[in-house]
Nanobody, 123 residues
Framework: VQLQASGGGLVQAGASVRLSCAVSGRTLSRNVMGWFRQAPGKEREFVAVISSSGGSTVYADSVKGRFTISRDDAKNTVYLQMNSLKPEDTAVYYC?????????????????WGQGTLVTVSS
């Protein structure tokens, strides 16, 4: 299973960015999918998760109301729409797939990880 994250870049505060995570080697519809991020000098943290059906989502408090996770199983792709970006959102963003069926924010539960895409938000 391979996950390929893309869409990062340098943006100004207040801008919007959409990250994509293309999944290959496994049918996406069987996976809980999550986004995590790691800022310089900090530990990796949970951002958002979507259930295998797409009917359930959970967000970190820091991004709630600004970020939206979605999935297109026909394209085997998961998205993270990020609006009203802040400098503190600067991080490498990782997508991850969990073979289980329980929605979880614990990174240890995820079985497959993408390589990460850097989002830099300037003030």
């Amino acid at each position: 299973v391979q996950l390929q994250a893309s869409g990062g870049g340098l943006v100004q505060a207040g801008a919007s960015v959409r990250l994509s995570c293309a999944v290959s080697g496994r049918t996406l519809s069987r996976n809980v999918m999550g986004w995590f991020r790691q800022a310089p000098g900090k530990e990796r943290e949970f951002v958002a998760v979507i259930s295998s059906s797409g009917g359930s989502t959970v967000y970190a408090d820091s991004v709630k109301g600004r970020f939206t996770i979605s999935r297109d199983d026909a394209k085997n792709t998961v998205y993270l729409q990020m609006n009203s970006l802040k400098p503190e959102d600067t991080a490498v963003y990782y997508c991850a797939a969990d073979r289980g069926v329980v929605v979880t924010i614990d990174s240890r539960a995820y079985d497959y990880w993408g390589q990460g895409t850097l989002v830099t938000v300037s003030s």
